[in-house]
């Protein structure tokens, strides 16, 4: 059933190539790779993925799993989900849609509900631009330069004055409860704490309908018409919903992924009109926070496309307020970010609309790397003409440059700014040395240091069960496995051995013991074969009959100090068949 049909998936997918839309990876050893963590944030990677066994685990915080496990933790999913995401994304068609439980299936058909309850707003939105009621909504639009096709590939539209034209349109394809749940209505709560009657949350606006990334809306920013306190904020936003998180979208996502891919980098702007203007005139890797603040979910987003994004948000306060927090943020998850300043203090779209496209284009590429940007802005700050401002200047750069998490670019970044500033470098990389401070992640630290046999045979242990090599170390283990007791490996080979499914990882549920394993599944060279495995054996043998032989000598001088010859010459016999199976054993001594 619907576990077989994860293990078909399983058996198609690289999990390099599905981890790596969202974590940039690199080489590290001859079958793994690494990257930054995605799951906690991190300067130095410390998270792993192995090639050929197909798990990823990480160093730092912990996570660990196979290709299901990291989609469900990223894309925040139930294991169905999971495994139907990495299918489509494969190309692997899907057996008959299976719910593994009754609330799967309700929430599944709540989320349908609500995405044919967007699209019909949208088409309705869009219906209502063009109506006698939609003339001035038509006119803003032609005011800032958009053309009837333009405005139909983004699908803007009009929402009427009225309460409950909306309500009315869509209450025959859905119950009161969807209606509520859509964010598309508002409602007052009554004295009895239900709420009342629905009506239109956007009203007398522009609509601009949010899509997610496959291009299906799940939300709407929508700009008022009017000004004044009557009309509310000039952009209201959809809320919270089942279909969408604000911190979680970009908007243009869906039309800019393949552009960012091409270009090499994002354009970041703050408005959709900016991003609906820069896109028209030629820009495609355009995205926008539109009216909410930039997280870090919105750095992972971008990170699966490019780790470039050039910034260009409004030169008013709030914009570089924003720009600020958004470049600090890019600049923690060790994006290439640079900024772009458009004369006169304008914003993309109104450049555009002077200026013309090509000015823009030569705006972009005259973008300024973030540190040349940020020196300059210090300098007009702080003219460093005395040793003061000079002090301050610095003072104001060296959270930026802390910030950096490669040492190479942050260590050029502080000795760019002290040139310019008149610094001695060598004063501001003394500045710098508190940041450097390496925080060592705590996991790998209490990761005890084990033998090459020890790794051998976690490495056999760890392979399919129905591989030679798992075959040949259990049948060594249950033969000698005396031989085996006291070893820091003793208790995740027993959790291997009696696990009923192929992937190691999930057999292992200690943090500690997960660690090691994965450490030395990541540290392989060459896959172990049977005879690696009967080597491993006997030298663990030959340790354990070392260490026998010590306790053994012990015990019997104890033995012989107390006078007790039966025990004496018990131990003594034990002792000898160890020696003689030490001499025959030719190898390792
Ligand atoms: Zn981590």
Known sequence: MASDFAQLVKQQVDIVKIIGDYVRLKKAGAQNLSGLCPFHKEKSPSFSVHATRQFF??????????????????????????????????????????????????????????????????????????SPEGALAREYLTGRGLKPEEIQKFRIGYAPESFHALRERLQSVADQEALRLSGLFAFKEQEDGKPGPLYSRFRKRVTFPIANESGRVIAFTARALEAGEKAGPKYLNSPETPLYSKGNVLFNLDKARQAIREMGYALLV????????????????????????????????????????????????????????????????????????????????????????QAYFAAIRGAKRLPDFLIERARQLFPPVTAAAKVEALNFLLPHIRRIPNRITRVEFATDAAQKLGIDSAMVREELKEAAVKRRDSLSQTVPALSEAEKVLLRAFAAAPSDPVFQAAIAGFDAEEAHFEGLTIASILKKLRVRTAVDPMGAVDDPVENSMLAQ???????????????AAIETLRHRYFERRQRELRAAIAEAERRSDSAAVVQLTAEKLSIDRALRDSKHFS
């Open 520 to 534: 030395v599944l990541l540290g392989e060279s060459e896959p172990v074969d049977v005879e690696h495995v009967a």
């Open 270 to 357: 703050e408005g959709q009109m900016d991003c609906i203007s820069v896109y028209l005139a030629g820009v495609k890797g355009v995205v926008a926070t539109s009216g909410t603040a930039f997280t870090e979910a919105h750095t992972r987003l971008l990170s699966r496309y490019t780790k470039r994004v050039v910034v260009n948000f409004d030169p008013d306060d709030a914009g570089s307020k924003a720009a600020e927090k958004a470049i600090a943020l890019l600049t923690e998850e060790d994006f290439e970010v640079r900024i772009v300043t458009l004369d006169g203090g304008l914003d993309p779209d109104r450049y555009i609309r002077e200026h013309g496209a």
């Open 57 to 130: 685990h990480c160093f730092g915080c912990g996570v660990s799993g196979d290709v299901f496990s990291f989609i469900q933790k990223i894309e925040n999913v139930s294991f169905p989900e999971a495994v139907r995401f990495v299918a489509q994304k494969c190309g692997i068609p899907l057996p008959k849609r299976e719910f593994s439980s009754e609330e799967e299936a309700q929430e599944g058909r709540q989320r349908a509900k609500l995405l044919e309850l967007h699209e019909l707003a949208t088409a309705w939105f869009e219906e209502q631009l063009r």
